[in-house]
């Protein structure tokens, strides 16, 4: 465990135990919670408390696992119920001893990991508890406690899941944004959806007896399992995106793992600029996907070693196409298209397939390319057994930045951990004049078109754009 962690860990439990006898000695409990059993008042209270704690016992005993790590129970629902109902000590109560695992009765979990698991239920449940005694003094008005239920629950939530994840980040040394991209939102609102159903537990608990609460378990264990299944669909979507991915790379020993290193690489480069997780997300799959067209490019062209003749070389470089074809009827994945399409323009216009010009390519198939082109000189390939060194590819895309790559995206490349410690050359200091290619064919396309129409055009100059001084030959990008 690291000491960041640790030190993270025991501030909350402390924060946590503060909380819970903070609220006991202020608060106490709610009459509401009780189960009536006899004279004393105190007993039918704790009879009441023992069992919410049982209920939420019960539903927290199968808990759903969120990619990232976080871990998401139903329990959610009589928590918040035994808060509405005895205020937020109760709340604390039911939480602290509801929320044990048959994994931690088992020796699963380590004790610093139950200490946090229960410690972050522990505080939000308290802190919910108290955004709910202050919105709602007095429940009498059975709206107003619904919306402040509402309220509590979005609080409770939003403050466990902040806990949980900030937890995992710490524990898999990443940026908490990680933990929080990875986990699925749609389960996270799933569970404040519940405060309604826990509402209405509090309701009939009240007014017709506690055995209502059973009435609650089938709803509550259907919600578990969608919940279940919306996890495992999305894990199984990306894991066969995966095997499509290893599916192309397979073909060709020499571009072994390449699509996952272009997704490493892209996925760093989208840090630097701080994506939002929409496009990171766009990013994963698409440079995973990116050369899925190669599907489509026969084994001849694909595996020759020696230099590609142009009819090869076309079929070479129709696999951009061929990929957003194959991709195109996913409807989930079309925030991919444009990158697997693209993901060969140049930054001057001279890429394909549509010799799109700077900012017109889209911003992440320019991050693409420029994670492939580095990912294709530093491995080795058919026509150059011996791969760039890190410093000599490094090199390469400072050249060729603001020809084929889009200068502001190799700058972000160079503050990854890719090229950490290897010497930067920056960008280059001559600027010197390149022709805007794509720019003139459209020009000559529009003064074609309009000479076709009779209109007499005086010859119209290639446009230049102020670029850094080129070498000789291109970049190698798969
Ligand atoms: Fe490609």
Known sequence: ????????????????????????????????????AGPDQGVDIALGLLFWIVVTLVTSALPVKVPGGVMIAVAIAPCLA?????????????????????????????????????AGIVLPAVVGGVVLKALVPDPANPFVDLLGTALAAAVYSALNLFIASFIAALRARTPIRDVLRTGDRGVTFSFVALAPLAWLMTQTYERVGWWTTALYALPLYSIRLANERLVEMREMFTQTIGALAEAVDKRDPFTARHSLRVKEIASDIGRVMRLN???????????????????????????????????????????????????????????????IRHHHEW??????????????????????????????????????????????????????????????????????????????????????????LATAAGLMLQATALADDGVELPAAPIPFAVVPEVGPRAIDAD
């Open 1 to 36: 465990m690291s000491r960041s962690l640790a030190l993270f860990i025991a501030g909350l439990v402390a924060m946590s135990a503060i909380a819970l006898v903070a609220a006991s000695l202020l608060y106490g409990f709610d009459s509401r919670i009780s189960i009536p």
């Open 82 to 118: 035994a808060m509405n109902l005895g205020g937020p000590a109760a709340a604390g109560w039911v939480a602290l001893i509801g929320s044990t695992e048959l994994r931690e009765l088992r020796g699963e979990i380590p004790w610093y990991g139950s200490l946090s698991n229960h």
């Open 277 to 339: 997780s929409g496009e990171m997300e766009a990013l994963e799959w698409g440079g995973l996907l990116h050369d899925v067209g190669k599907i489509g490019v026969p084994d001849y062209v694909l595996l020759k070693p020696d230099r590609l003749t142009r009819e090869e070389r076309q079929l070479m470089n129709s696999h951009p196409v061929l990929g957003a074809q194959i991709i195109a009827p996913v409807t989930k994945l079309a925030p991919e298209l444009p990158i």
């Open 347 to 436: 930054y001057n216009g001279s890429g394909y397939p549509d010799r799109l010009l700077g900012l017109e390519i889209p911003k992440l198939a320019r991050v693409l390319h420029v994670a492939d082109a580095f990912e294709a000189m530093t491995a080795a390939r058919p026509y150059r057994m011996k791969p760039l060194t890190t410093e000599q590819a490094l090199g390469e895309l400072r050249k060729f930045a603001g020809i084929q790559f889009d200068p502001e995206i190799v700058d972000a490349f160079v503050k990854t951990g890719w090229v950490d410690g290897v010497p930067d050359p920056g960008r280059a200091i001559e600027p010197r004049p390149v022709p805007m």
